[in-house]
């Protein structure tokens, strides 16, 4: 070998060693540091109160953890980076733990997160050992959490001499990766999976052209000149949907006469955890790799999890599923490591490793902060200030649920109408912060819409906010690369790698799916007579606007078109497949049921998203309880655009809770005053929000004096 060679190569591992020690040293003192700046009292209130949230969150379906970390993104706009993400980091690393609870108690896990516990902490409960599958559920999320956390901490000191030499080319490809991801975020549907990313993607290209200064996709609104914004979206997509549900089921998740003891056996819950520290270990790193990699979900994380636990651990093909409490230990180590793992991605390189990631990249931007080297030197303290985070949210979200798991479960049986309108109210105000123009509540109505039918058609929702969160960088990105390198950018080690990886993963779903059904000239040959269905119409919707918004791009400057088209041109094709795969193919027809079969050891394919809980219903009583519920959403918009916000609240939940639920004037009352007053002395007073215009402040000028009018 060349001894010039060798040279060189000494020299560039001796100067990353190098650069490794003092990158270890400064990550030292940092960790330090952060400890010292999350232990102000007024960061610690907010990192409790993010864990209180969370672990309601995690209790009460309908929001979660990725709806909740959105709600409270507005809300962070006048608070200090530290105090901001822990606020969010309590909640999210948080709503988790608290998961468990329905799913162990009653069978019914409230988010998806929480499908596998329910295999053997139902069958627990089900025996009186609630209180032994809560323990160990708490146990082991402590743990995972901790361990998460741990490797965040170890692995950013690794990660900082490697993000030094990253240029625009590699951060655009492992942003291709990340949106690569979107077909195992898709599940079964991979291709509906790529068409949402590929319309995330262009509605995030909506607004100026920074390139050559083309409006694109404005129809001609000042409202849209910036862009969409991200909060409006997230709500609209995610909780909307969900509430939405809620009030077409029309019940609470738990039925009267069902037990809520949950003391007693806790102790041997921790006994257990104690006893399979292996094994928790073993989860706990599967979950935080696997969390690290954008695209994979908490949904998937647990069954990978669950299904490591079932091949490994001694006599698990015969226990689990009837009441093992290694099924409870593995599912939920694994989840809670999540959050520590996804972290590292989207701090070093600005890639949202999960939905809930994307969201938070959200408060990166709202505090003028850039993922990427800066959060590694700068902002080195900040980074490690979210680790501790993590780390006291777990033990403090853990310790609560220790506390009060028999208060906790009760949130679980709160009927809907006792606190729907309440939080209604707080997502039409997180929804107004974004931008604080009647615009984003209009936004919020249609994302809401299209978030509720993306859900009901079975179309995953993730991989839309991916390829919205993703779009703007790999543009960006990509005129970067070839401004300095060319076409050169493109044969870089590196950025071949990922490309690679991002083909495989892409790739994979679909040459998995030909592979299940004998190869590709039997599938070819399945295809029949055609089929349609009132399903068919959204896809038919979605091609007819994809191709509407690819033909108006034409006209625009090459600089302003050219990833527009790209995009544009993937998801009619996209959409097209999945439409023709919908009415001509055989083995299509048959999808959604074949994927709810599951067996002892979890279904085959997973539906990457909350399937709704509404099925059982007739579809025409579906249809008129949702477009009632959008209904009530649209008369409190119309409400607060006559005698403004503050006014509307109490109208709005007074109407809502005697009229859908004919709730009691003692239960009503409370609640009007204490959401009031919790707007006007939050938002009003301390973070003087100006409040959206009204046609009572416009005819009556003196009116103005009231909030809000």
């Given amino acids: 070998m060349d001894t010039s060679l060798l040279h060189s190569v000494g020299i560039g591992f001796h100067t990353y060693l190098h650069d490794f020690a003092d990158g270890a040293g400064l990550a030292l003192h940092s960790a330090h540091n952060a400890f010292y700046i999350i232990l102000n009292p007024m960061r610690m209130f907010y990192l409790f109160a993010g864990v209180c949230m969370g672990l309601a969150l995690g209790i009460l379906p309908g929001i979660g953890g990725i709806a909740g970390t959105a709600l409270l993104l507005p809300f962070t706009y006048d608070l200090d980076p530290p105090t901001a993400f822990a606020l969010l980091l309590g909640l999210g690393a948080t709503t988790t733990t608290a998961d468990p609870i329905a799913a162990i108690l009653f069978g019914a896990p409230g988010h998806a997160a929480s499908a596998a516990t329910t295999l ?97 996709w404005t129809m001609g609104t000042l409202y849209l000149w910036d862009g969409l914004p991200l909060v409006p979206l997230t709500l609209g997509i995610f909780a909307l949907p969900e509430l939405c549900d809620l009030a077409i089921g029309r019940m609470a998740i738990v039925q009267q006469g069902q037990t809520l003891d949950t003391k007693t056996g806790m102790l041997l819950g921790i006994k257990d955890c104690l006893e399979h520290w292996f094994l928790i270990l073993r989860c706990s790193w599967i979950g935080s790799a696997m969390g690290a990699i954008p695209g994979i979900g908490a949904s998937v994380i647990d069954w990978i999890s669950y299904g490591h636990a079932l ?136 994302f809401g819409m299209l978030g509720w039918a993306m859900k009901h058609f079975r179309w995953p929702r993730p991989p839309f906010v991916l390829g919205f969160i993703l779009g703007e960088p790999i543009e960006r990105y990509m005129f970067i690369s070839i401004e300095r390198y060319g076409a050169d950018w493109m044969l870089k080690p590196f950025v071949l790698v990922m490309f690679g990886l991002a083909a495989i993963s892409l790739l994979g779903p679909l040459i998995g799916d030909v592979r299940s059904h004998g190869g590709l000239k039997k599938m070819l040959s399945q295809w029949g007579r055609p089929v349609f269905s009132t399903d068919n119409l959204f896809p038919a919707a979605l091609l007819t606007l994809f191709i509407v918004m690819l033909s108006q791009s034409l006209d625009w400057a090459f600089a302003a078109r050219i990833v527009p088209t790209i995009v544009g041109i993937g998801a009619i094709l996209f959409c097209a497949l999945g439409l023709a795969n919908d009415v001509f193919g055989v083995h299509e027809r048959n999808g959604d049921a074949a994927a709810a079969v599951a067996g002892g050891g979890g279904p085959k394919k997973i539906h990457m998203d909350i399937v709704s809980k509404t099925s059982h219903l007739p579809g025409l009583t579906v249809l008129g309880r949702g477009f009632q519920f959008f209904g009530w959403m649209a008369g409190f918009m119309l409400l607060m655009w006559i005698i403004g916000l503050i006014p509307a609240v109490p109208v709005f939940i007074m109407s809502y809770m005697r009229l859908e639920g004919r ?13 009031v007053a919790l707007i006007y002395v939050v938002f009003d007073q301390l973070l003087a929000i100006p409040w959206p215009p009204t046609l009572l402040g416009a005819f009556f000028p003196v009116l103005k004096a009231i909030p809000s009018v």
């Fill in 663 to 675: 709730e009691k004037w003692k239960l009503v009352i409370p609640m009007v005053v204490a959401v």
């Fill in 120 to 216: 053997d902490g139902y069958p627990m409960t089900r025996r009186g050992e609630a209180g032994r599958a809560l323990g160990a559920s708490y146990m082991a999320a402590l743990i995972g959490g901790l361990f998460g956390a741990a490797l965040m901490a170890i692995a950013l000191p690794i990660m900082r001499p490697i993000i030094l030499y990253i240029g625009s080319p590699e951060l655009l490809s492992i942003a291709v990766f990340g949106i690569s991801m979107v077909a195992v975020l898709s599940g079964n549907a991979p291709l509906r999976g790529l068409t949402f990313a590929c319309f995330g993607m262009m509605l995030r290209m909506i607004g100026t052209d920074p390139q050559s200064g083309t409006l694109r």
């Fill in 311 to 446: 091949k490994t651990e001694k006599n698990a093909a015969q226990t689990f599923g009837t009441g093992d409490v290694r099924g409870v230990i593995a599912a939920e180590s694994a989840t809670n490591a999540r959050e520590g793992g996804a972290l590292v991605p989207t701090v070093a390189f600005g890639v949202p490793a999960s939905a809930g990631m994307a969201i938070l990249l959200g408060a990166f931007l709202i505090h003028g902060l850039v993922p990427g080297p800066d959060m590694l030197t700068k902002h080195l303290d900040l980074t490690y200030s979210m680790v501790w985070s993590i780390a006291i949210a777990n033990i403090l979200g853990s310790g609560l649920c220790f506390l009060f798991s028999g208060q906790l479960a009760k949130i679980a049986t709160l009927r809907y109408t006792l606190f729907m309108p309440a939080v209604l109210s707080l997502v039409y105000i997180g929804a107004f912060e974004a931008t604080r123009n009647w615009g984003d509540l209009f936004s919020l109505m249609f």
